[in-house]
């Protein structure tokens, strides 16, 4: 039962190249979502997603792409990497109930370096 | 503008000592408030939810107040444990939520 996982884990990536990080859940939770953590930051939302073919932007979306084919997968795509996205990525997924009433479960996180 | 504000931004203590996490918020209105604990290299993990009618709520030695009033929330930590040294986040249910910057504790022996 691996929950939710992500891949990789760590990625160096040149600027201007595009990324994709990976974000896999096991408990067909509705609700998925891709923050991001940096120092002197609170965790920021990029984009999240209520079902299959639905997304929507959070409070940093610039510069990513999501999409949300099946219920388990919610990739995120960095078209062209600048150095200012690099940063800790976590997913999440959560239950249906409500975007700020239901509990949210992290992944491990994806350290990404753009040099 | 809605804001989680956390104090203090890091704290050492010794094993088995107690404390005192704090938690200041001006979101408003929200759904509930949430603790939670990032290990290093870690996602974040639940602790405790609380809506906004709670005053307390425990999970084993982590105890969660919140004071709607003053808008304040906190963590006591019991008889802390090495185990303990992590990020602690607060979190106010909103749409999208609003995480705090955390407050690093770290244990030692």
């Known amino acids: 039962d691996a929950g939710i996982t992500q891949s990789p884990r760590y990625k160096i990536t040149e600027t201007g190249r595009q990324v994709t990080l990976m974000c896999h859940q096991t408990?067909?939770?509705?609700?998925m979502f891709w923050y991001r953590q940096d120092l002197g930051h609170g965790l920021r939302l990029i984009y999240y997603?209520?079902?299959?073919?639905?997304?929507d932007k959070g409070e940093v979306p610039d510069g990513y792409v999501v999409s949300r084919s099946k219920t388990e997968n919610f990739p995120l795509t960095l078209e062209s990497a600048t150095r200012s996205q690099t940063s800790v990525y976590f997913c999440?997924?959560?239950?249906?109930?409500?975007?700020?009433?239901?509990?949210?479960?992290f992944g491990p996180g994806t350290r990404l370096t753009v040099t | 503008k809605n804001q989680v504000e956390q104090s203090p931004q890091s704290l050492i203590i010794l094993e088995g000592k107690n404390c005192t996490l704090q938690?200041?918020?001006?979101?408003?209105?929200?759904?509930?408030l949430r603790w939670y604990k990032q290990d290093t290299g870690r996602g974040p993990v639940s602790l405790t939810i609380?809506?906004?009618?709670?005053n307390t709520k425990s999970n084993g030695r982590y105890t969660a107040t919140l004071d709607a009033d003053t808008k304040q929330s906190s963590l006591h930590i019991t008889a802390s444990q090495l185990s303990d040294s992590a990020s602690y986040i607060c979190?106010?249910?909103?749409?999208?939520?609003?995480f705090g910057k955390g407050t690093r504790l770290s244990v030692i022996a």
């Open positions: 408990w067909s939770h509705s609700y």
């Open positions: 997603s209520a079902a299959a073919d639905i997304t």
């Open positions: 979190v106010v249910s909103r749409t999208p939520l609003v």
């Open positions: 938690c200041n918020y001006t979101v408003s209105p929200f759904s509930n």
């Open positions: 999440a997924s959560g239950p249906a109930g409500g975007l700020s009433s239901y509990e949210q479960y």
């Open positions: 609380m809506t906004f009618s709670e």
